[in-house]
């Protein structure tokens, strides 16, 4: 599924577009997706309009000035579409089939914005005003905001006995984190995803918060990773892929410098784990 750097690429491809803009019309093509798709949730979007289209976590927030909040995330296959007269640089894949159109947004000013999914895995919902989504109930710290430093971070891990990797893929401990970018973390840290949480030292967890946020920085700038499904909302593909060290590369050199290992593949929690077992400690 779409970690932040995804999810955060996709919103600041839709800004420009949905921000500020008021929806002239919108349909809902199917009653469900994930889960039921709201019954009054075109009534409450035509005629509204954005003030703000946030991310939180690995959801995107469009923000109504008739109050309350569209809640949207992509799934595994969930896209964001952009098309419109005049719409340089933005295109549509004919493999992305019109069928799996199923969230419609026509704004004002001609734009289209349409949430296409195939597997149907992703899902969008109505937060209604002054109310809080159970989703974003329990979640931590945003990593790339101030409230996700060494001290909480440290605090967080503290008396934890499961795996490193387990504890930063807790969403409840830091949101947004999947398996991709805490296995580029920890091993840009120098930490084996096996390590028990609770016995990572101060200096070592304090040097793996600014990896955790370089990482996911650097792969915003890229535009993502595109393994299957992600795509940017102008259709291009995302490129971070091209600088993973570890993730998806079983049997390939460390590219720590001097380091003799070899890339390794093990399995947490019913997830794939990549590390060098000579310079993750």
């Not at 803009?21 to 469900?32: K, L, V, Y």
Request: with cysteine; glycine share 10%; net charge positive.
């Amino acid at each position: 599924m779409p970690e932040l750097p995804e999810v955060e690429t996709v919103r600041r491809g839709l800004q420009p577009h949905l921000e500020g803009q008021r929806i002239a019309r919108a349909e809902a093509r199917r009653p469900d997706l994930r889960w039921p798709v709201p019954p009054d949730l075109v009534q409450v979007l035509t005629g509204a309009r954005v003030t703000a289209l946030r991310r939180r976590s690995k959801y995107l927030l469009a923000d109504l000035d008739r109050g309350g909040t569209l809640l949207m995330h992509l799934g595994m296959s969930g896209r964001m579409l952009v098309e419109g007269a005049g719409l340089a640089g933005f295109h549509r894949d004919p493999a992305i089939l019109p069928r799996h159109d199923h969230v419609v947004l026509l704004t004002e000013a001609g734009t289209t914005i349409t949430f296409n999914d195939a597997r149907r895995f992703g899902m969008v919902d109505l937060i209604r005003e002054g109310a809080e989504h159970p989703l974003l109930a329990q979640l931590g710290p945003e990593p790339l905001e101030p409230g996700f430093d060494a001290a909480r971070l440290r605090a967080a891990f503290a008396g934890r006995r499961v795996p490193v990797k387990q504890a930063l893929l807790d969403q409840r401990i830091v949101a947004g984190l999947g398996n991709i970018y805490v296995s580029e973390a920890l091993h840009r840290a120098g930490i084996d995803p096996r390590r028990v949480a609770g016995r990572i030292g101060a200096q070592r967890v304090a040097a793996l918060v600014g990896h955790v946020r370089a990482v996911l920085a650097e792969a915003i700038a890229a535009g993502g990773s595109s393994l299957r499904d992600h795509r940017q909302a102008t259709g291009e593909l995302g490129y971070f892929q091209h600088s993973f060290r570890v993730y998806d590369r079983a049997g390939a050199p460390c590219p720590t410098p001097g380091c003799p290992g070899t890339i390794r593949r093990i399995v947490q929690s019913g997830r794939s784990s990549f590390y060098c077992p000579q310079c993750q400690h």
